[in-house]
Every structure is written in structure tokens, then in C-alpha cells.
């Protein structure tokens, strides 16, 4: 069964703890949640058709291929992505897959560190987070907030409360919503209440500012 595909590119990681690193993306074509603040869009629709067969060949073909993202979009839509995410990690690989969180995230083999993206409110689609997946995080994978607002932050918050026990705070991302959020208003919060998160920014949009896609 192929895959709808948007976009193989091969780019620096910006979005997770692997921020930095050479890293191929693998971005899946779909998605079930329209945030305001979406920046890819243009993954709502657009895609071919590929097997998994012809995606593992292209990501084989870029020269530092050990670290590869599984994006979209919003990957769990589609039936073969836990086929592809397995294929990957049975070649030795890393394997990230970043979903929104709307969907049971227990589907992919454990070996994949899943990054989490807790929706807030103003991206209008926090209603559509799944409160399972909260129970079904690993020690292993991530969770990310994107906030534009206090109120974000605040729903973050109660969010952090409802996490497993062993959970690790250093793997909890605060993002501000790239042009939107001060990152040092963001900073000064996360100081004050001494919550022992990640403070995050999108790498690539510091590297690449104008660029959209491929990055």
C-alpha cells in the first residue's frame, strides 16, 4: 500500500531535541486539525504516491541519512505509516515521528521517539487533543506546546500535572509561536515558575527565515 508524500528533503533538525543535526524529513500529505498559526499548508493536500519501498531508497540516497523525521501533515492518517516507521528503525535508524496528538500515537513500534504537539488554544484545535496519549507517552519521547498567549502557557501548565510521574521535564518543549510570542517574555515565564521545561525555538526558521518548504 503506498504512501501520499509531500516532501523527502534532507535539512538540519530545528523542531525537537535532536535540534541541530543533520536529519532526513519524510513529510506525509494530510491532516485532520487546521491550527491558525499552520505553517505547511501546503501539506493539506498536495502529494504523490510512493511505496515504502521508493521512500526508503530516497532516504538512503542523502549522505547523512541515521536521523530521519516522519512529519506532515499529520502522519498517523495514513494506514502504512507504522510499516514505514518499523522499515526505518529495522535499518538501524532514528526514527522521529512529530504528530499532533489528535490520534492514538501507540500504533507505531515503541523504538520511535514521537514528538508530541500538544495543541493550545489559540491554534482552535486544542478540543481535538486526544487525553489518552497523555497515559501513552513514553520516558523516551517528547511533548511540545506551541503558545501565542498567557493562556496558552496556562493551559500547558495543567497540562504538565496530568503527565506520567517519570515523565522527564527536560523533554517537555515550550515553543512560542514563531512572530507571535516574545521568546523572552516566554523564557521570563518559565523562570518564574521554575518548571524545569525546555525552553524551544524553530531552529530552521532562525537559519532560513524566508524559506517555506524543504527546511
Known amino acids: 500500500m503506498p ?17 541541530g543535526l543533520s536529519c532526513v524529513f519524510v513529510r506525509l500529505t494530510g491532516c485532520n486539525l ?24 530516497q532516504v538512503e540516497s542523502y549522505p547523512a541519512a541515521a536521523l530521519v523525521e516522519i512529519t506532515g501533515g499529520e502522519p498517523l492518517l495514513q494506514a502504512e505509516t507504522p510499516n514505514l516507521v518499523k ?4 535499518q538501524n535508524r532514528t526514527v522521529l515521528m512529530e504528530t499532533n496528538g489528535s490520534l492514538d500515537i501507540s500504533r507505531v513500534d515503541n523504538r520511535c521517539i514521537r514528538i508530541m504537539d500538544v495543541k493550545c488554544p489559540s ?21 511540545k506546546f506551541i503558545m501565542e498567549t498567557r493562556s496558552d502557557y496556562d493551559y500547558a501548565l ?6 506520567p510521574p517519570d515523565f522527564p521535564r527536560s523533554s517537555v518543549l515550550f ?6 510570542l516574545s ?3 516566554l523564557a521570563e515565564w518559565i523562570l518564574q515558575d521554575g518548571l524545569g521545561v525546555r525552553l524551544h525555538l524553530q531552529l530552521h526558521k532562525l537559519i532560513w527565515p524566508n524559506t517555506e518548504r524543504g527546511v
Open 3 to 19: 504512501l501520499r508524500i509531500n516532501e523527502i528533503f534532507y535539512s538540519i533538525q530545528g523542531e525537537s531535541l535532536y535540534t
Open 34 to 57: 487546521r491550527c491558525a498559526y499552520c505553517d505547511t499548508r501546503y501539506a493539506y493536500d498536495e502529494g504523490a504516491d510512493m511505496t515504502v519501498s521508493e521512500i526508503l531508497k
Open 87 to 90: 522499515k526505518l528503525l529495522d
Open 123 to 143: 491554534s482552535r484545535m486544542h478540543a481535538r487533543n486526544d487525553p489518552d496519549n497523555l497515559r501513552r507517552i513514553g520516558p523516551h519521547d517528547q511533548i
Open 158 to 163: 495543567n497540562i504538565l500535572k496530568r503527565l
Open 175 to 180: 515553543s512560542p509561536a514563531f512572530g507571535s
Open 183 to 185: 521568546p523572552s517574555l
